[in-house]
């Protein structure tokens, strides 16, 4: 019966593979990079070695750099693509019921957003019923007139009547908010986003996008709300 012959120790095969190999490392440099090659000058670090050290940190710096640049690079074609397929369904949509499922289903599935509400101002009388709700502007003003007498987004942690005349009674679970009136000549809603942790949305946070998508409400909800 024949013995297994043991594995030749690893340092062993990588010195005989370098010995024949001798133009290995130049062909390799990433490798050469990732190297510690200490100069022999006794306890004293040599500037040679100092110089390798700093320029080896500065690789790993820039490479670290480029990868961030281009996850951000990924991360907003992501949300390009999300924001072009929301735009073009509101666009697209025939009727308030197909706009609102389209908001809805966009902000829930594609932006993975926990609570969101999109409030019209009305006669829920004479409105479609749809998924979003309807108030008419003196209760809007009653619960939340601080928010709808703003000209831009508001972010950040509102009472618990004003939570629930955004949400319902799931606004009781909402932390913070950003929200945002839609107005064009005249005032046609609210456009609100929440989260459960209270720090989520902050006054100090940008609301670009949310104020983007109000745009576009703000130009499609007038041929609807007729």
């Known amino acids: ?5 043991a594995a030749e120790p690893i340092d062993k095969v990588v010195r005989e593979f370098l010995r024949d190999n001798p133009r290995f490392l130049d062909e390799n440099t990433d490798i050469l990079e990732t190297m510690v090659l200490p100069h022999n000058s006794g ?3 040599s500037l040679v070695e100092r110089q390798v050290g700093v320029l080896r940190d500065r690789n790993k710096e820039m490479r670290s750099r480029l990868d961030n640049m281009l996850q951000t ?6 949300l390009f693509e999300k924001t072009k397929r929301l735009v073009l369904n509101l666009l697209e949509a025939k009727t308030l019921g197909a706009l609102a499922e389209a908001l809805y289903d966009s902000l829930g599935k594609d932006y993975g957003i926990e609570f969101y509400s999109l409030t019209l101002f009305g006669d829920e009388k004479k409105l479609p019923r ?6 008419s502007t003196d209760k809007a003003n009653e619960q939340v007139g601080t928010l709808i007498g703003s000209n831009r987004a508001v972010c950040g942690i509102l009472r618990e009547d004003e939570m629930v005349f955004l949400f319902g009674e799931r606004g009781r679970q909402v932390g913070s908010v950003a929200a945002v009136p839609l107005r064009y000549d005249s005032l046609y809603g609210i456009l609100a986003v929440g989260n459960s942790d ?10 670009l996008f949310l104020s983007y998508i ?5 130009r499609v909800l007038p041929s609807h709300l007729k």
Do not use: H, Q, W
Not at 73 to 78: F, H, S, V
Not at 130 to 135: D, G, K, L, P, Y
Not at 198 to 207: E, I, L, Q
Not at 214 to 218: F, G
């Open 214 to 218: 109000a745009e576009i409400l703000n």
């Open 43 to 45: 306890k004293a670090v």
């Open 73 to 78: 690079a990924k991360d907003n074609d992501l």
């Open 1 to 5: 019966m024949s013995k297994e012959i």
């Open 198 to 207: 209270p720090n989520f949305y902050k006054s100090s946070m940008g609301t």
């Open 130 to 135: 749809t998924m979003a709700r309807i108030a």
